[in-house]
Antibody, heavy 120, light 111 residues
Framework: EVQLLESGGGLVQPGGSLRLSCAASGFTFSSHAMSWVRQAPGKGLEWVSAISGSGGTTYYADSVKGRFTISRDNSKNTLYLQMNSLKADDTAVYYC?????????????WGQGTMVTVSA | QSALTQPPSASGSPGQSVTISCTGTSSDIGGYNYVSWYQQHPGKAPKLMIYEVTKRPSGVPDRFSGSKSGNTASLTVSGLQAEDEADYYCSSYAGSKKFGVFGGGTKLTVL
């Protein structure tokens, strides 16, 4: 079964750090670009970051550039998002999403999401 | 403010058709044929409904269709059913510097 399972969310103080993980199964992980997409409470979707299948190319939304780092370990079929200098505006459900093979910007598999709350 | 503009709400009666628009710029929707649409029910993860403007993933009913003209993309849901009531988000590839952008979402109500 194709599956993405996020972990690592929680409550963190402003200025703090958190590392999210996304374990993939059921497909050839290294062949797919992966992304993180977030959704603030009651708000819409916001693309956060993407990484190529090899990990050699990364992309970031302006809102997180310089603070977040996306990475992957293809030997462990796992995607990561290191989040530093967290702000209240970063409070959201964070989804990892699989990039549809052969396409750009389409995500055909989503995890269940992990909640990140930034608050004092 | 979202990069792509969608109406906040849309509605229709069972069996009717409804179209949701999504307006961007020449740097995203107008520049690439990589527009996607997602359905999201409350408390659930988004589901891909349309990709590359008009294509449907396996398992998505053919009642869902997509189109694009210039900088505006559209999602049409025909033969509305109660289970179609959900939030719908458009998305577009926006080049190597921005990668992906989403619309603000449209809440579809089946009357």
């Amino acid at each position: 079964e194709v599956q993405l399972l996020e972990s690592g969310g929680g409550l963190v103080q402003p200025g703090g750090s958190l590392r999210l993980s996304c374990a993939a199964s059921g497909f050839t992980f290294s062949s797919h670009a992966m992304s993180w997409v977030r959704q603030a409470p009651g708000k819409g979707l916001e693309w956060v970051s993407a990484i190529s299948g090899s990990g050699g190319t990364t992309y970031y939304a302006d809102s997180v550039k310089g603070r977040f780092t996306i990475s992957r370990d293809n030997s462990k079929n796992t995607l990561y998002l290191q989040m530093n200098s967290l702000k209240a505006d970063d409070t959201a459900v964070y989804y990892c999403a699989n990039g549809l093979l052969g396409s750009l910007g389409a995500f055909d598999i989503w995890g269940q999401g992990t909640m990140v709350t930034v608050s004092a | 403010q979202s990069a792509l503009t969608q109406p906040p709400s849309a509605s229709g009666s069972p069996g009717q058709s409804v179209t949701i628009s999504c307006t961007g710029t020449s740097s995203d929707i107008g520049g690439y044929n990589y527009v996607s649409w997602y359905q999201q029910h409350p408390g659930k993860a988004p589901k891909l409904m349309i990709y590359e403007v008009t294509k449907r993933p396996s398992g998505v009913p053919d009642r869902f269709s997509g189109s694009k003209s210039g900088n505006t993309a559209s999602l049409t849901v025909s033969g509305l059913q109660a289970e179609d009531e959900a939030d719908y988000y458009c998305s577009s590839y926006a080049g190597s510097k921005k990668f992906g952008v989403f619309g603000g979402g449209t809440k579809l109500t089946v009357l």
